[in-house]
Each structure stands twice: as structure tokens, then as C-alpha cells.
């Protein structure tokens, strides 16, 4: 490419040919493959703080909650979820502190507590993380 044409590129806003296509490149290459820069967002999707990637986990009767803090107690959580149609029972991993899993009676209850509780926020640095528990 010539210097005319990369200063006047510069001046209009506009790209030359092959800034154009090293651009596009670059963008698809930021894409995972398969994906096409579709979400897989959503309340069907699982996202673990610190992995790199979101995967997909089918609803169902079992919520998995984390980022809790660690003075959270089994009956801070069920006063919490028992509000909801179909709350069932709390179980707090004593092995991994922040986390715990929240049973309900069938997938459609759970989805609805995992929407109004998304985020909530235990203390002010603790927001909820929900997402169905993997089977």
C-alpha cells in the first residue's frame, strides 16, 4: 500500500483494503470457533469465577451458589430461599466455604428463585453467583 493511501485512511476514518482485512481477521480470531459471536448467556448458562470459558448446564431442581461469604450460615440461606414455591433444603459444603447447593421440587421453581436472587448480595463485596448444578 502506498503512504497516500494510509494518510488519507487516517484522515477519513476510513481503512484501506488490507487494514480492512488484517481488522476483520482479527476480530473473527477473537471468536471462539463454532460460535460466531452468538451468546450462550442466559439462565441456562454456567459461569465459574476464574475459568475462561461458560458452559452450558441444563435447568433442574438444584441450584449451586457461590461467592457466598465465609460466616454464611445454612439458615441465612434458607431464609433467604425458602420465600420461593418449592424450596426444599440448603446444603453448605464445609470442605469448599462459599459455596452451597439449594434444592427445590423441579426445575421450573428453581429457575424462578435463581432469577429473583441473582446478585443478591450477602454483604456488600458477596454478590450470588447462581447457576443450575451440574448432573
Do not use: W
Not at 477519513?12 to 480470531?29: M, P, T, V, Y
Not at 424450596?87 to 427445590?104: S, T
Request: aromatic residues 8%.
Amino acid at each position: 500500500m502506498c503512504m497516500r493511501e494510509k494518510e488519507r485512511g487516517r484522515r477519513s476514518g476510513k481503512l484501506c483494503h488490507a487494514e480492512r482485512k488484517r481488522h476483520d481477521e482479527s476480530k473473527q480470531s477473537a471468536v471462539p470457533n463454532g460460535t460466531h459471536g452468538a451468546s450462550n448467556g442466559g439462565p441456562t448458562a454456567s459461569f465459574r469465577p476464574g475459568s475462561n470459558a461458560q458452559e452450558a448446564v441444563a435447568p433442574n431442581n438444584i441450584l449451586f451458589i457461590e461467592n457466598l461469604p465465609y460466616e454464611t450460615t445454612g439458615r441465612m440461606l434458607e431464609m433467604l430461599f425458602e420465600q420461593y414455591p418449592g424450596f426444599k433444603e440448603v446444603r453448605l459444603i464445609d470442605a469448599k466455604p462459599g459455596i452451597a447447593f439449594v434444592d427445590f421440587e423441579d426445575d421450573v421453581q428453581s429457575s424462578m428463585a435463581m432469577q429473583a436472587l441473582q446478585g443478591f448480595k450477602i454483604t456488600p463485596q458477596n454478590p450470588m453467583s447462581i447457576n443450575f448444578a451440574k448432573k
